[in-house]
C-alpha cells in the first residue's frame, strides 16, 4: 500500500497540463471538457476541498460554462431541475465530497421520484483514503445508490470521459432520471493520457419506438368501442413531448382526458375534454369518471397511491390498459388488462394511425355510443365544480392563483413548492403547455420551489417564472434569493403566507380533532423586510384590492421580487380524498 | 413459491449491491445468493432464490434489467433446470460406532469426508436442496458443530434450452 500522507500532497500539488484536446490533460480537464461536449453551458454548485481542481478549470473554461453559485447544495440540485424540467435538457450540478453531498441528496431523490434527467458530479476523497474515515469522507456511492438512475465511483482517470458520456445518455434516455458521478480527489488531478475503455451501455439514446403493432390493433379497437372511456396521463406526455398527439387522439376520439399532478400542462386544462387533475385532490368529475369508466387508458403514469387512493375500489368497472416506457412499470401496482411498452409519443401516434385505418364509420358510431357518458360527465362537472372562494376582506388562497393567472395572461410557468398552495395553484391555475407547470410531485419536497424557479427562469429568460411557495417551504431554501440576485434573475416569489404548515395542519383539522400539533407559523421574520435585505423587491398583500396592485407591481418590476400575500389562515383544499380511500369517500367542503 | 433468478451482471465494484438494493429496499427476501465469474470476461453471473409468486417474481426480473449494467435477469426455475448446493458439515463422531454410521451416510448420499479428528468429522455434500436438507437433517442426532452452505447455482437443461430455441425459430 501507498503511503496516504504522499498520495494526498501529490494531489494537492498536482500541475496543470498543458490544454489542447488531444495532449495529455489532469482528470478535471476531462471532465470539465466532457460536460461540454455533452452539451452543458450551465451548471449549478458550491466548492469545497475535494473539488478544488474541478473548480479551477471551471474558471478556466468560464465563456463555455457558466458556473450558478448557489448557498446551499440542495438549492444547486433543485435549480438543476428546474433548468432541466422546464426544458427537457439534462441539469447539471457539482458538489465537494461528505456534507455537500449529504445536502444534495434531497435533490437527488426529488429528481429521481419524478423521472428528471440530471448529472450531479459529488467530489470524493483521494481512492487511497477512502475508507479510512478521512476528513469530509462519506459513502455517496452508497448513499445515493437506491435514489438514482445509475452512479459511479471513478476508479482511473482513463475511463472518466467515457463515464461522462454515458451518463449524459443513462439521465436522458428511455425514462429519464438522476445520474451521479462520484470523482475522488487524485483522480482529478492524474493526468489522463488516453480513454482505457469505452463502457459496456445499457441505455440506448433513442426512445424505444411502438413495435407492437398487434397490441395498438386491440387498443385501438377497444377506444373506438368504449363506451365510457377516460385518458388517465402522467408526466410521460411531459417526458415524452407526446401532448400534440394526445390532444389528437382525444379529439378524434372524443374521450375525456385526467391529468395527474406530473401530467398537468400535458393537456390544456381549459379544452372542452379536460376533466380536470384527478387523485387525492383532483376534480369530482375526473375522480367520478374514473371510477365509472369502462376503459381507463394510462399513459406515462404508474398508479401512485395519491391518485388511485385505495388500490381495489380504483377504477373498479374498467377494462385497464397501460402504456408505459418503462416495463417495471407495467403491473408495478396495479395489474393492467392490456400493456403497451413504449415511449408515449409514440403509441399515441400509432393509435391515431390504427384508428384512422379503420375509417370514419367506426369512429362516429363510437363517438354515438358515448353521448351518454358525456351527459353523465357533464352532470358531474356542473353539479360539484371546483369553486374558487373569494372574499372582499380578507385573501382567499384560491383567488390567488385566480388573480396570477390573469396578471399573466395565463402564460407564466408556475413552480411550486409543496403544501396547500401547490394544490390550490395545480386546481386554480388554467394550463396551456407543457413544462408551464413545474412541481415536486414524488418525494413532495418542501424547499423545492425557489431554487427550482431559479433554474427554470435561467432556462426561460424570456418567459415569467413565478415561484408560488408555503410561509414553511419558503424558509427551507430562502438563501437562494441572493443567488437570483448575484446573477440578475428576475425572479417572482409569491409567498402563500397563512401563517401554517397549512397542509399538515387541514389533515390535523380533518383527521386528528384539530389538534394543531405543531404547525404554527406566526412567528415568522417579516418576509418584506427579509425580500429587502436580500436586494429583492418586497411587496405584501392583505387585501384582496392589495393583491391585485401588488402582483401588478411586482410583475413589471425588471428584478427579484418576493410577494407576501397574507392569505385566510384556516382554509382548507377540497375535494380530499382521505389518504388510501375509496373515490366515493371525497369530501367535497 | 420459490424461484432461482438467474442475473449477469458487470463485474464492477457496487453492482452487486445495486441487485440486493433492490430487493431490500423494496421488501424482497433473499434465501440465498451466490456470485461467479462466467465465460465472458468482465462479467459474473448472480444467482439468487427468492420467495414470492408469478407477479414478484416477474416485477423484480424487471427492475432488475433496468439497471445499467445487468444484461440478462430471467427465472431459471420457470424451466426445467438444475440446482446445486454444496454443505460443509462439521458433526461429532465420538464413538466408532458413530464414526461408522456416519461414513454410511456419506456413501448413501455420495457426500465426502474431508477432515477428521478423534471425535469430529467434516463432511461435504452436495446437490438439490432437498438432497443437502436431508442429509443434514440425518446428521443432525450426531451433534453438529457447525454448517457452511454455498447457496444455490442453477442451469437450465440442456432440453429446456432446446425447447426455446425450437419455439424461436418456430
Ligand atoms: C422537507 C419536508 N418536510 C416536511 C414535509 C411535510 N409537509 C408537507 S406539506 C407541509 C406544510 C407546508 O407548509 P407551507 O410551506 O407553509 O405550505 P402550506 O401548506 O401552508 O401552503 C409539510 C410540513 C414535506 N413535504 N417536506
Ligand atoms: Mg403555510
Excluded at chain 1, 480537464?29 to 466532457?34: D, M, P
Excluded at chain 1, 405543531?518 to 411587496?539: H, M, N, R, T, W
Excluded at chain 2, 420467495?51 to 414478484?56: S, T
Aim: glycine share 8%; proline share 4%.
Amino acid at each position: 500500500m501507498r503511503d496516504v500522507a504522499t498520495v494526498v500532497e501529490t494531489v494537492e500539488t498536482a500541475e496543470l497540463s498543458d490544454t489542447s484536446a488531444n495532449k495529455p490533460m489532469r482528470g478535471a480537464e476531462v471532465l470539465v471538457r466532457s460536460l461540454i461536449r455533452n452539451g452543458v453551458d450551465t451548471i449549478f454548485g458550491l466548492p469545497g476541498g475535494a473539488v478544488l481542481h474541478i473548480y479551477d478549470e471551471l474558471w478556466r473554461f468560464r465563456d463555455e460554462i457558466t458556473h450558478y453559485l448557489v448557498r446551499h447544495e440542495q438549492g444547486a440540485v433543485h435549480a438543476a431541475e428546474g433548468y432541466a424540467r422546464a426544458t427537457g435538457k439534462v441539469g447539471a450540478a457539482v458538489v465537494t465530497s461528505g456534507p455537500g453531498a449529504t445536502n444534495a441528496v434531497t435533490g437527488i431523490a426529488t429528481a429521481y421520484m419524478d423521472s428528471i434527467p440530471l448529472v450531479v458530479i459529488t467530489g470524493q476523497v483521494p481512492l487511497p483514503v477512502i475508507g479510512t474515515d478521512a476528513f469530509q469522507e462519506v459513502d455517496t456511492f452508497g448513499i445515493t445508490l437506491p435514489i438514482v438512475k445509475h452512479n459511479y465511483l471513478v476508479r482511473d482517470v482513463r475511463d472518466l470521459a467515457a463515464i461522462v458520456d454515458e451518463a449524459f445518455r443513462i439521465a436522458a434516455s428511455g425514462k429519464p432520471g438522476p445520474v451521479v458521478i462520484d470523482l475522488p480527489k487524485d483522480i482529478t488531478a492524474h493526468i489522463c493520457d488516453g480513454p482505457r475503455r469505452c463502457h459496456y451501455d445499457a441505455a440506448s439514446a433513442a426512445a424505444p419506438a411502438c413495435t407492437d403493432t398487434q397490441t395498438v390493433d386491440i387498443i385501438a379497437d377497444r377506444l373506438i368501442n368504449a363506451e365510457r372511456p377516460v385518458f388517465y396521463v402522467g408526466g410521460g406526455i411531459v417526458t415524452s413531448g407526446a401532448a400534440y398527439a394526445l390532444i389528437e387522439l382525444a379529439e378524434k376520439l372524443a374521450a375525456p382526458v385526467t391529468p395527474t399532478l406530473m401530467g398537468l400542462g400535458g393537456f390544456p386544462t381549459a379544452h372542452k375534454l379536460s376533466l380536470g387533475m384527478l387523485g387525492m385532490h383532483g376534480t369530482y368529475a375526473a375522480n367520478m369518471a374514473v371510477s365509472e369508466s369502462d376503459l381507463l387508458v394510462a399513459v406515462g403514469v404508474r398508479f401512485d397511491d395519491r391518485v388511485t387512493g385505495k388500490l381495489a375500489t380504483f377504477a373498479p368497472q374498467a377494462e385497464i390498459i397501460h402504456i408505459d416506457i418503462d416495463p417495471s412499470n407495467i403491473g408495478k401496482v396495479k395489474q393492467p388488462h392490456i400493456s403497451l411498452v413504449s415511449d408515449a409519443k409514440p403509441a399515441l401516434e400509432a393509435l391515431l394511425a390504427a384508428i384512422a385505418e379503420r375509417g370514419d364509420g367506426p369512429l362516429a358510431a363510437g363517438k354515438a355510443a358515448r353521448l351518454d357518458w358525456w351527459k353523465k360527465l357533464s352532470g358531474w362537472r356542473n353539479s360539484v365544480p371546483l369553486v374558487c372562494e373569494t372574499s372582499e376582506t380578507e385573501i382567499k388562497p384560491q383567488q390567488v392563483i385566480e388573480e396570477l393567472h390573469r396578471a399573466t395572461n395565463g402564460d407564466a410557468v408556475i413552480v411550486t413548492d409543496v403544501g396547500q398552495h401547490q394544490m390550490w395553484a395545480a386546481q386554480f391555475y388554467p394550463f396551456k403547455r407543457t413544462r408551464q407547470w413545474i412541481t415536486s410531485g414524488g418525494l413532495g419536497t418542501m424547499g423545492f420551489g425557489l431554487p427550482a424557479a431559479l433554474g427554470a427562469q435561467l432556462a426561460l429568460p424570456e418567459q415569467t417564472v413565478v415561484a408560488v411557495v408555503g410561509d414553511g417551504g419558503f424558509q427551507m431554501t430562502n438563501q437562494e434569493l441572493i443567488t437570483a440576485i448575484q446573477y440578475n434573475i428576475p425572479l417572482k416569489v409569491l409567498i402563500m403566507n397563512n401563517g401554517y404548515l397549512g397542509m399538515v395542519r387541514q389533515w390535523q383539522e380533518m383527521f386528528y380533532d384539530r389538534a394543531y400539533s405543531e404547525v404554527d407559523l406566526s412567528i415568522s421574520p417579516d418576509f418584506v423586510k427579509l425580500a429587502e435585505a436580500y436586494g429583492a423587491q418586497g411587496l405584501r398583500a392583505t387585501t384582496p384590492a392589495e393583491l391585485t396592485s401588488a402582483l401588478r407591481q411586482g410583475l413589471e418590476h425588471k428584478g427579484v421580487t418576493v410577494w407576501d400575500i397574507v392569505v385566510t389562515k384556516e382554509e382548507n383544499v377540497f375535494p380530499i380524498i382521505p389518504a388510501g380511500q375509496d373515490t366515493r369517500n371525497m369530501i367535497l367542503k | 413459491m420459490r424461484n432461482t433468478l438467474s442475473i449477469l451482471v458487470a463485474d464492477e465494484p457496487g453492482e452487486l449491491s445495486r441487485i440486493v438494493g433492490l430487493f431490500s429496499s423494496r421488501g424482497y427476501n433473499i434465501e440465498t445468493i451466490s456470485v461467479g465469474k462466467t465465460l465472458e470476461d468482465g462479467w459474473s453471473r448472480c444467482t439468487i432464490v427468492t420467495e414470492g409468486d408469478a407477479a414478484i417474481v416477474e416485477q423484480i426480473l424487471k427492475q432488475c434489467e433496468r439497471l445499467a449494467r445487468v444484461r440478462e435477469a430471467k427465472a431459471v426455475t420457470s424451466q426445467p433446470h438444475i440446482e446445486r448446493e454444496m454443505a460443509l458439515i462439521d458433526v461429532n463422531a465420538l464413538t466408532p460406532d458413530d464414526r461408522a454410521e456416519i461414513k454410511n451416510l456419506v456413501d448413501i448420499f455420495r457426500a465426502k469426508i474431508v477432515d477428521i479428528t478423534h471425535d469430529r468429522m467434516i463432511v461435504e455434500a452436495s446437490g438439490n436442496k432437498e438432497k443437502v436438507d436431508r442429509f443434514i437433517g440425518l446428521l443432525e442426532s450426531f451433534g453438529m458443530n457447525e454448517v457452511v452452505r454455498t447457496g444455490y447455482v442453477a442451469i437450465n437443461t440442456l432440453m429446456a434450452d432446446k425447447g426455446s430455441a425450437l419455439q424461436q425459430t418456430a
